[in-house]
């Protein structure tokens, strides 16, 4: 696991976090999932992609980046989810197949669970059908759905297919119509309109957006200036913040809470003074203008200058 993909997942694990994703996606923001309805599941997933038989070299295991499971009530209905998250830092040209994999899976252990369960409870019972004694899974069960989300922490726009019928070969409706679609649910920084922000309940919201903008510097220092939550950031946030676009933001040690408006600012500076610094030492190498001349250009003083020039002569 890289150092994005480490830093997105121990992100999203929190469970505020994790059902801020769920509220906005699922819910349009409103707070149906609490954190104290979240509970942990195991990721790791066994698939036969490719098996025939029961092979073990055939066997390739499979890790969710997070899985969990929640207990909601909506319009007096009490809700079994199964949720997963999948970060990514990059397109994944198979997206659709992947997480139908992944779903597919958890569907499959949920028959097989059943099945186990019925085989334990009713070794002697006469009552069930043969098409029941044979699936293991009976005419009354019900499974509990599975909801994959995908986030794509990057300022690029998701150019990767959205559904399973974008990479078929064909686009035939004829034939496609009898191909059951796979979607993936993604949310992609890209495609949040601003005022959507306002829909998340956490910090993943000031991310999110940083993201958005990342890559526009005027839209950024707009974003730094005029929003007051950017200058007071949780560390683990900002720490965030500065990975993902991969950032040069440098933050005191000893803060928890960074003013990132400041430390965009101090990154600017630093990386201006670098810029003026290597103009200074390419016009000292050569050699045809005095020091007040590459003070007047770099906005360096002359002591800098000459400290540049001492350390080129040795």
Known sequence: MGKIDARTHEYLSDNRRFADVINYY????KQV??????????????????????NKSDVIQKYRDILKCACTMTDNKVNYLILGIENQSEIHYAMPVKNMLYDAEQYTKQVLSKAKKHRKNNIYNNMITSGEFLSGFYKDDKLVPVITIVVFWSADEWD??????????TDDTNILKYVPNYKINLIS???????????????L??????????????????????????????R????????????????????ENINMCKATEDMEKEAAEKRAKEIAKALLDIGNNSYEEISRATKLQIEEIKS??????E
């Not at 920084?189 to 910090?203: G, M, Q, T, V």
């Not at 890559?215 to 949780?234: F, G, T, W």
Request: hydrophobic letters at 30%; zero cysteines.
């Open 26 to 29: 699922i819910y349009d923001g």
């Open 33 to 54: 999932v609490k954190p104290d309805d979240l509970h942990e599941m195991d990721a790791s997933e066994i698939v036969f992609p490719y098996s025939k038989g029961n």
């Open 160 to 169: 990767g297919p959205k559904d399973l019928h974008s990479m078929m070969e």
């Open 189 to 203: 920084p890209y495609s949040i309109n601003d005022f959507e922000f306002e829909k998340f309940n956490s910090s």
């Open 205 to 234: 919201a000031e991310v999110l957006k940083y993201i958005k903008y990342s890559n526009d510097k005027d839209a950024l220092k707009n974003i730094l200036e005029n929003d007051k939550v950017y200058e007071s950031i949780d």
């Open 236 to 255: 683990e946030t900002a720490e965030l913040i500065r990975d993902v676009p991969g950032s040069n933001l440098k933050f005191e040690k000893e803060k």
């Open 308 to 313: 540049l020039a001492e350390k080129t002569a």
